[in-house]
């Protein structure tokens, strides 16, 4: 048996996802825009997979758009965003713990002369409200915020920043990346107050090369991918429709946002009353932090050697984020943590479809690890 706790990075396929794919593949393999009976039945399930997500989001359907992935939602958000309201300012604010494909297009953006604002987070890996508050200005076009940190599991003021916006009169669009977020906490436009929201299909138990993202409004942005105007033109480029049909099917399976919370959060609470008696392990997130990551060291330990020991053993975790692989934390580091902490933390990220027996694998693995290699 393989222990899988590294669902932060990618999830197995659901079996609800798997069997949407294949009968997407064999039986509804036309080109949705076509207009014959093979395009037509695939509109048919493009249809029904958008209205799955779209009800997981907590959104109306015809305002959710699918792309290839949550990067290049992102990136079609971020771009898209600042292209239309570069006229009305320069400033936008962003975070310094987002994930790659928002840091990168910002970085591309101040090279571009935008005032871009990187907020610190706290020791909990969280940017307070304040921060943001001292941050927006009139001139603000873009406020970009992770709802759910993908290393440490913080959970973001998402919604206080709506507010933050409005009280400073920008014409700042929010856009919300909930990548981690989805299928884990209520991420709808109530809840959250985000004009743009960015998914991706394969951290919920879909196939891999879908993502999307639910717009407010028509016209928040200019598309960032030009072609035969698939997606209402948000997004061009024949739509993968096996990819999508498990994306929509694995969206309807994790619904029950509440028992599955509470199943890894039992899961949470076993590993880390187990770790916590060893000297040697520091946890690296808040209580606070959503119970489907957790981020620990081993001090004495480097990262890499204690994911290889653990693999060896069967049990996969992450060196961090998989989206970085070889870089020193870019979210332990703003987080003010020593050198040392940093140099030997992993990433545990748990799934619903986790099970008992592997937590136990998980515990028994890592606490022989930390004990032989460890050092208080």
């Not at 209205?51 to 015809?62: N, S, T, W």
């Not at 290393?151 to 009169?169: L, Q």
């Not at 480097?302 to 984020?321: D, I, K």
């Amino acid at each position: 048996m393989t222990a899988y706790f590294d669902n932060s990075a990618t999830t197995k396929p659901c079996d609800e996802a798997l069997a949407a794919a294949r009968f997407a593949a064999e039986e509804c393999w036309g080109n949705p825009s076509s207009l014959h009976s093979r395009g037509i039945e695939a509109a048919a399930l493009l249809k029904k997979a958008r209205r799955q997500v779209a009800a997981l989001i907590g959104c109306p359907d015809d305002r959710f758009f699918f792309t290839s992935s949550g990067t290049t939602a992102n990136n079609t958000a971020i771009f898209g965003v600042c292209e239309r309201l570069k006229k009305r300012g320069r400033r936008i604010v962003t975070t310094a713990i987002e994930h790659p494909s928002v840091l990168e297009p910002m970085k591309r953006l101040q090279a571009q002369g935008f005032d871009v604002v990187f907020l610190s987070p706290g020791k909990d890996g969280a940017v307070s409200v304040e921060a943001f508050r001292e941050a927006i200005t009139p001139d603000t076009i873009l406020v970009s915020c992770m709802a759910v940190n993908n290393e440490v599991g913080s959970v973001m003021p998402v919604a206080a920043v709506r507010d933050a916006i409005r009280d400073a009169g920008a014409p700042a669009v929010l856009h919300a990346d909930c990548v981690q977020a989805l299928g884990k906490i209520d991420v709808s436009p109530r809840a959250l107050g985000a004009d743009i929201i960015t998914v991706s299909g394969h951290k919920i138990h879909a196939l891999k090369g879908v993502g999307g993202l639910y717009l407010a409004s028509d016209n928040l942005l200019h598309p960032y991918v030009l072609g035969g105007g698939q997606e209402k033109g948000v997004y061009s480029g024949t739509e993968p429709t096996p990819a999508i049909a498990s994306f929509g099917a694995a969206a309807e399976a994790a619904r029950d946002l509440s028992g599955n919370a509470a199943k890894v959060a039992a899961m949470k609470a076993r590993f880390l009353d187990a770790v916590r008696e060893l000297p040697c392990v520091r946890v690296n997130s808040a209580d606070s932090a959503l119970p489907y990551i957790v981020n620990l060291s081993v001090l004495g330990l480097p990262s890499q050697p204690l994911v290889n020991a653990l693999s060896e053993r069967g049990v996969c975790v992450s060196a961090g984020s998989a989206c970085k692989a070889g870089r020193r934390s870019h979210v332990l580091t703003a987080m003010d943590l020593p050198p040392a902490i940093i140099d030997s933390a992993v990433r545990v990220s748990f799934s619903r479809l986790n099970t008992g027996a592997e937590v136990d694998a998980l515990i028994a693995a890592f606490c022989e690890v930390a004990a032989k290699y460890g050092k208080k």
